[in-house]
């Protein structure tokens, strides 16, 4: 019996992980341009929808000079030119989770992943809302993913 109830709470787990995982969503924006181009011009579309950018990290940078200290196999297979993390946050959004439901609010900072190849850039923005569905927070989680997305499609030469 005890094995059983044992098994039935890791289907269950595994269920419920599956289904977290599979709720999210991402936004994805390519731009025909490198990424030493399009870094400048995404940190102002954030700034120009009212986002501050509090951390920009060049990722793929960081982790080659460290790649034989962390005996990391295989790393960067796509052969991309760099990859890079920015967070960004907006305090009213932020104060909008943190009154709607209060642990929605752990969705700030945003993120979002950019990848450089060659003349073409991919920006990877996980939206919100996959997060926060049948919650108080959904309608806000919404207009984050609605300014954050309205903020890459104006970088210049995005689809």
Not at 116 to 142: D, H, L
Request: charged residues 15%.
């Amino acid at each position: 019996m005890r094995s059983s109830v044992t098994i039935l709470a890791g289907i269950t787990a595994a269920i419920f992980m599956t289904s977290v995982a599979g709720a999210t969503d991402l936004y994805v924006e390519t731009i025909s341009a490198p990424i030493n181009q399009v870094a400048p011009e995404l940190a102002r579309a954030l700034a120009a929808h009212h986002f501050k950018v509090v951390m920009h990290l060049d990722i793929l940078k960081r982790i080659e000079a460290k790649e034989m200290q962390l005996h990391i196999p295989h790393l960067n297979k796509g052969q991309f030119t760099d990859v890079q993390a920015f967070v960004f946050c907006n305090p009213m959004f932020f104060s909008q989770l943190l009154n709607s439901d209060w642990k929605s609010a752990s969705l700030c900072p945003l993120n979002l992943t950019v990848y450089g190849k060659g003349m073409s850039t991919t920006i990877v923005y996980p939206e919100r809302i996959a997060y926060v569905q049948k919650t108080p927070a959904n309608r806000t989680a919404q207009r984050i993913d609605s300014a954050v997305i309205a903020a890459l499609k104006s970088i210049p030469k995005a689809n």
